[in-house]
């Protein structure tokens, strides 16, 4: 099991930014914490483990739960703000899929926010997963479905609003990836020889600022960040302007948009 290319990519496009993540996106992720959680039977003694713990909420919201919290993510800064935010975790530290610092059968449970979609191999990162939770346990994941749901999909109406071209960046070897569908993500569970596997789309509304969800991108974060931070400011302007308009069916009467969007939650047992 070796880094990816595109592994390399993703984390080096994280790099130092997990205030900048904490800041935005952080509250959209955040929403399926609670279901992802009831999905891996997560409660009081269960020991966990958060792979992909970005600023900590999933294990913040285990932790409250009474659960016995291990949490890793693969870039430092997440691995600081988490420490800072979660300090009843029993540990927090340093580590990526595939290839995770623990012995087979160490958790009652699994879980991975939206990191599996972030993987250059997802079929080696969910064998990971069941490797180091023990038979009988739990594994829950979430991804981003494809095609993208409004919230995501609104930035490529802005920049084609605005006629800023969009660069192509690197992504999975088609041979290791999956569709990003329930099938999909279902199937990339089966493959792994999981056992009671399930997969539904969660929808809801973002409720967020319009600053907030403009400046998470403005500093980088996500695909429409590449795209903001390599603007000069006369672009930057315009493609602003864009935002503005495109944003503005969506802004609610106090002002804050409230943007439909979807996940997929899969979950399944170690046999």
């Known amino acids: ?34 279901s992802l959680l ?32 291990v949490a890793v993510d693969a870039e430092p800064s997440m691995v600081e703000l988490t420490r800072r935010r979660v300090p009843s975790a029993e540990e927090v530290r340093l580590a990526a899929l595939p290839r995770l610092p623990f012995t087979s059968g160490s ?13 250059g191999d997802p079929r080696a990162a969910v064998d990971e997963l069941r490797r180091v939770v023990r038979p009988a346990g739990r594994i829950a994941v979430t991804i981003w479905p494809d095609p993208p749901p ?4 609104l930035w490529g109406e802005v920049f084609d609003a605005a006629g800023v071209g969009r660069p ?27 056992a009671d596997v399930r997969c539904e789309t969660i929808t809801w509304a973002h409720r967020t600022d319009p600053e907030a969800w403009w400046n998470g991108p403005a500093n980088g974060i996500s695909k429409p960040g590449l795209v903001l ?43």
Do not use: K
């Not at 958790?107 to 993987?119: R, Y």
């Not at 409004?150 to 999909?153: C, I, L, P, V």
């Open 107 to 119: 958790f009652d449970a699994a879980v991975a926010n939206f990191v599996i979609n972030h993987v």
């Open 1 to 34: 099991m070796t880094t990816t290319a595109y592994d390399e990519y993703v984390r080096s496009h994280w790099s130092g930014r997990a205030a900048a993540y904490d800041r935005s996106l952080a509250a959209l992720c955040a929403h399926p914490a609670s």
């Open 168 to 194: 192509s960046a690197p992504t999975v070897d088609a041979d290791r990836d999956f569709p990003r569908t329930p099938d999909g993500l279902g199937g990339l569970l089966d493959a792994a020889g999981l």
């Open 150 to 153: 409004e919230a995501q999909s």
């Open 229 to 271: 931070v390599a603007q000069p400011p006369d672009v930057l302007a315009r493609i602003r302007a864009a935002y503005d308009e495109v944003t503005a069916p969506y802004r609610d009467a106090d002002g804050l948009l409230a943007l439909p969007t979807a996940a997929l939650l899969a979950s399944a047992t170690v046999p």
């Open 38 to 69: 009831d999905a891996a039977h997560v409660g009081a003694g269960t020991r966990v483990l958060d792979v992909g713990t970005g600023s900590g909420t999933v294990a913040g919201s285990a932790s409250a739960r009474g659960a016995v919290v």
